[in-house]
């Protein structure tokens, strides 16, 4: 079985920077893409980066280019997802999720139908 934790959350100042971790365990971590996606209060949960399995791809949501960073370190199965410039409108769970790596485009990075396992999520609070 395959399992994902997150960790890294917390409260952070507007401006401040906070780094996630996504420790997978059960599989190599080599064997999936691994995507980020966060759920904000009374909002639908929506893709916030992904990385291929051998790292030479990544993607990221609009609001997110330029101030967070997705690497991974295969050899510690760990994901990181560095937030920097953070602001009030980054609040949110944030899941980290593992899907085929095969299926992966600038169309598919961003469907939850194509991981087929998350982990419980960490919440980033970003207030004054």
């Known amino acids: 079985q395959v399992q994902l934790v997150e960790s890294g959350g917390g409260l952070v100042q507007p401006g401040g920077s906070l780094r996630l971790s996504c420790a997978v365990s059960?599989?190599?971590?080599?064997?999936?893409?691994i995507g980020w996606f966060r759920q904000a209060p009374g909002k639908e949960r929506e893709g916030v980066s992904c990385?291929?399995?051998?790292?030479?791809?990544?993607y990221y949501a609009d609001s997110v280019k330029g101030r967070f960073t997705i690497s991974r370190d295969n050899a510690k199965n760990t994901v990181y997802l560095q937030m920097n410039s953070l602001q009030p409108e980054d609040t949110a769970v944030y899941y980290c999720?593992?899907?085929?790596?095969?299926?992966?485009?600038?169309?598919?990075?961003?469907?939850?139908?194509?991981?087929?396992?998350w982990g419980q999520g960490t919440q980033v609070t970003v207030s004054s």
């Open positions: 059960g599989r190599p971590l080599n064997y999936y893409r």
């Open positions: 999720a593992a899907g085929d790596p095969t299926i992966l485009t600038q169309f598919t990075w961003r469907r939850e139908d194509t991981y087929a396992y």
């Open positions: 990385i291929s399995r051998r790292a030479d791809t990544t």
